[in-house]
């Protein structure tokens, strides 16, 4: 791994230009992470309410639960399947971007700051024990069998 004095000037305004671009990538991920999963959520937190709200609705013959429920999973699968492509581009970025802090040279200690490193040594690994987009694809799969439980009981 190079440090910033066997770097070319050339190479180190580069690595300036694309910090701040991958920083904010990282983050326009997660958001975007975020959203999908309140999305999802509240599309399904949306509809059951409305079908347990209705207390007239007749129960669905087989054919008529069939189709709800392959259409629940499917959007429910969909938001996942995204939910994941998010992450793992969140996951490159927060790599490509690691690997330029690193030859800037912001984990090393003394280089910014006399006797301490500029960023802590287990920011380099903190995000693999990252649990949030597990809480995301829970929450999406326990409302999708609340959906589906609701058509499956009806009233």
Excluded: C, N
Excluded at 140 to 148: F, S
Aim: no cysteine; hydrophobic share 55%.
């Amino acid at each position: 791994m190079p440090d910033t004095q066997s770097l070319r000037q050339e190479q180190l305004d580069v690595l300036r230009i694309l910090y701040p671009w991958y920083k904010e990538e990282v983050f326009r991920r997660r958001e975007q992470m975020m959203r999908l999963t309140a999305f999802a959520s509240a599309f399904l937190v949306l509809l059951l309410v409305t079908m347990l709200a209705v207390p007239s609705r007749p129960r669905p013959d087989f054919t008529v639960a069939l189709f709800a429920i392959t259409g629940v999973a499917l959007f429910s699968a969909i938001f996942a399947y995204l939910i994941l492509q998010q992450r793992t581009r969140h996951r490159m970025a927060k790599q490509a971007l690691i690997e330029i802090e690193r030859v800037l040279g912001l984990y090393d200690e003394g280089l910014y700051l006399v006797g301490k490193a500029l960023y802590p040594e287990d920011w380099q690994t903190a995000w693999l024990g990252d649990k949030s987009v597990t809480i995301y694809l829970v929450v999406l799969a326990a409302l999708t069998v609340l959906v589906i439980a609701a058509v499956l009981v009806g009233p």
